[in-house]
């Protein structure tokens, strides 16, 4: 029942807090920051909450008795990061803005620190099961030519080549995924952009005498 995210005074970027709503007593925590605004963009079962904060911006996991830690740098300069989930098992992903404005997805564990997701364009990672499987997008960022993605097990898969290929949409962007594999995003469709929701077929074997 926790909240996450950002609040501020009118107009006020510079100003903006990351916070966290507990509805016991209907209080809300400010996060602090890592050095200028701050923005908390989801919390998992453990009370781990993520998102991304100061000038350039950093990815950043903040837990109540630690915190906000800074996730960390791919060493590279002018890199700006920006945490988007996080499961329960403590591992986070998001993306990295590049110097030269190109988006690229990341996933962090404790144990491993960041790493970039496979992929040969532009993506972004915004939410993550307690299996590690991310969803995305990648491509044009990320508009009507963009494609949803799920990266899982090592291996970048196109949503696209999951359904019918007469289904008439095209998927744009995953969103979010659960851990019995349901993924939303939003597409295109009949040349407009609607929101779905993808559920897992069973595949079925027989052999046939």
């Keep these: 029942g926790k909240v996450v995210g950002y609040a501020r005074k ?3 970027i510079h100003g903006t807090q990351a916070i966290l ?3 016991l007593g209907d209080a809300m925590t400010t996060l602090g920051s890592l050095g200028g605004p701050s923005y908390a963009f989801a919390i998992n079962g453990l009370e781990e909450v993520v998102g991304n904060s100061g000038d350039p911006s950093r990815a950043f996991i903040w837990n109540n008795a630690d915190g906000m830690k800074d996730l960390g740098v791919l060493n590279e300069e002018g890199w700006r990061y920006y945490a988007t989930d996080i499961n329960d098992k ?3 992903v998001g993306y990295v803005r590049t110097a030269s404005d190109e988006y690229h997805a990341f996933i962090w564990e404790r144990d491993v620190g960041m790493r970039l997701l496979s992929g040969d364009s532009e993506s972004l990672a915004l939410g993550i099961n307690r299996h590690g499987h991310g969803v995305g997008a990648q491509g044009a960022i990320i508009g009507l030519e963009g494609k949803a993605y799920l990266w899982r097990d ?3 898969i196109d949503l696209n080549e999951t359904i019918p290929s007469d289904s008439g949409w095209g998927l744009r962007e995953a ?3 659960t851990d019995g594999g349901r993924i939303c995003g939003n597409g295109l469709i009949n040349g407009e952009i609607h929101a779905y929701l993808l559920t897992p077929v069973s595949s079925v074997m027989a052999d046939i005498k």
């Design 10 to 12: 009118f107009n006020d």
């Design 90 to 92: 403590g591992q986070v």
């Design 154 to 156: 090592g291996q970048r």
């Design 21 to 23: 709503w507990n509805p």
């Design 175 to 177: 969103r979010d995924i």
